[in-house]
Every structure is written in C-alpha cells, then in structure tokens.
C-alpha cells in the first residue's frame, strides 16, 4: 500500500499536460471563444457595457461621472449640470446649494440668444450682470511695448479674448451651447449662429489714447451684455467661443475696408487664400465660406486681408455642407447681378439656402 501510493503520488507530479506548447495559446483562445458562444453572452456584454459607458463623454470631452475642467461641472448621463460641492468653484465665485454665484455681481439681467440650425430657430437664455460689464469696460485697451518688440494687430484681439476674469463669466455660456449637442461641428455652427444674431452697433462711449479720444472698443462680455457689436468686437466673441469648443481661431482684416472677418482653421482646398483658415462674417447671419458678401455703403470686400492667427485647436472637416451651400449662394447672387432675377429653380434653391441660415438682408462693414 505504502509503495502503491508513493509512486501514485510521484506519478502526479511528473504528468504533462499532452499538448505541445506552440499549439497552447490557440487552444486557450478556441476554448475561451466556446465558453463565449456558449451562454459567455451575459458576462460579455456587462464588460462591454461598461467599458462603454467608460468611454462616454460630455459636450466638452468629460467623462461620465467626471468634474469637467471647467468648475463647478460635472458630467451626468451627457449633461453638465452644477455641482459645487464635489467640484467647487473658480475663484471669485462663491458656493450657494449647488451652484456657483459670482461674488460682488450686482444688476443681472436676463438676455435671449437667438441661432438657427439647419432651417430650424432656437434660442439659449443666458445672465450677464451690470458690474461685471463695467469691470471690463474699464480695463486699459494699451499695450506697453518694449524697444524691439513686434507689434501686431492680433496683440489687442488676444487681450481681450484672453482675459482671465472675463473668462470665467463667459465659460457657462460655453457650457450651454455644449449641453445643447455633443457633436462638436453643431456646437460650433451654434456659437457663429449665436454671434451673428447678436445686432449690429456701435457704443456710445469713448476711450482716451494718448491726445486722442476714440471709440470705444467693446470685449466680448460687453457685446453680450449690451447685445450690438460692431465686425472687430463680434469676431473677438466668436474667436473666444469657438476657442473653447476646441477648433484652430484667426482673423482677417481687410485694410482697405477697415473690416475684420472671423478665420477657422479648415481643410487649405476650402480656406480663404489657401491660408488654412476658413472666412466666416460675424455682422448678420451667414455661410461659412462665403466671402462675396455685399456690404451697406462698402460693397463687396476687394482688398486683400491680413490673416492673423490667435489659438491652435483642430480644422472642421473637409465634408462640411457649408461649402457647397456657400458655392451655390455665390453663384445665385452672381446670377442676380449679370441678369436682375432668377429662374423659378434658382429662386427655389435661394429661398431654402435663406431658410437654412436665417441669412441676414443687410450686412455692415
């Protein structure tokens, strides 16, 4: 008995496993694809679920169940919504439940931002608060230049694009437009929509530079608050927003013309003098591309712009419909132009193109 289990239990320990060791992945995998196509589903499908849900984000690139970069967000089930408590708030913002109050804004008011999409009108209510407008009315619009530095134009657009302050106040506007869609070519049709609605005007205040007293210069907080900018100052909006919902920013300025267009960094074939950026006109409602837009007292643009960049971020693609539609706008007005009216087609094409955009009748330089 003794020597009968002595050599059972030697035997034990010197069994191989009677496959050859070149053919043991592949019989490993073939065994773990049986278990799966043999009642593995449920176990397989929970992983995969969750890996997924991993995966899913917000508008702005946050995870599920996540603090956004952008304080006091949290993402839940696709939506940012206030979160304070686990989030907390940007400096100079105190916490009151949920959400963040900024501190010492006094006088909020209420204001609707109108946008189109795709034929369709739709509207974003947002709160822009009297002091802080004041605030950024005040701040100097100078640049102290040292002996050799360069001076640009795009110096002044991204100070006041880049204020920290002013961009704390203006991140929940972002936020919305974020909410609205997680596809983050609508979020940007959305923000030019949004700019381009906002009427055309020029404030009544003045600012002092040096002996001269000019008009004065709005930041982007102040186009909100007093809904009317003129080119320059609805370009540093758009430049802000579509900034931060991720896309490559620059603008043109026609010196001949004293006007400046928005630039969004897009495919060289369909950009403005192939500089890589795409010309977009903020004045009224119109099409990405199109740049033979005729202006009230100026006519069309004929100079050749300047392109200043201001913020790297990615290109929109090159299947936007925006381009095909903006050639076919072009072509309808030449057709105008050459002949004074269109045929019933024509007219059919150029009312829906209206429709699509809400275009504006008039545009100002």
Known sequence: ?????????????????????????????????????????????????????????????????????????FCSDGKLIDLAPLCTCPSGFVQKDYICIPIHQKNPKEISLNYTLRGEEFFINFIVYENFAEYVSEIPRSISYLPGDNFSRADFKIKAINEEE????????????????????????????????????????????????????????????DMQGICGEKTDLLAFLIEKIGYGTAFFYYPQENHEAFGIKCPVKQSLMKSGYCFIETTGPSIITDNKIYYVNTGKLSSEPEIYPLAEGESIEKSFYEYSDADKLIKIRRLIDENGWLGPLKEKTYEKLKEKYGLAENYYG
């Open 1 to 73: 008995m003794g020597d009968n289990n002595s050599d059972s239990k030697e035997a034990k320990f010197s069994f191989k496993f009677p496959i050859e060791e070149k053919y043991l992945a592949l019989t490993l995998f073939v065994l773990v694809l049986f278990f799966l196509f043999s009642g593995g589903f449920g176990l397989f499908d929970l992983v995969k679920n969750n890996l997924y849900q991993q995966e899913k984000t917000c508008g702005d690139g946050t995870l599920y169940n996540s603090c956004s970069n952008t304080k006091p967000y």
């Open 166 to 225: 002013q961009k704390k106040m203006l991140m929940p506007l972002v936020i919305q437009i974020q909410n609205i869609t997680s596809d983050k070519e609508d979020q940007m049709r959305i923000a030019i929509s949004i700019v381009q609605n906002i009427p055309f005007g020029v404030s009544n205040k003045t600012s002092i530079f040096g002996k001269y007293e000019l008009n004065h210069s709005r930041y982007p907080y102040e186009v909100l608050y």
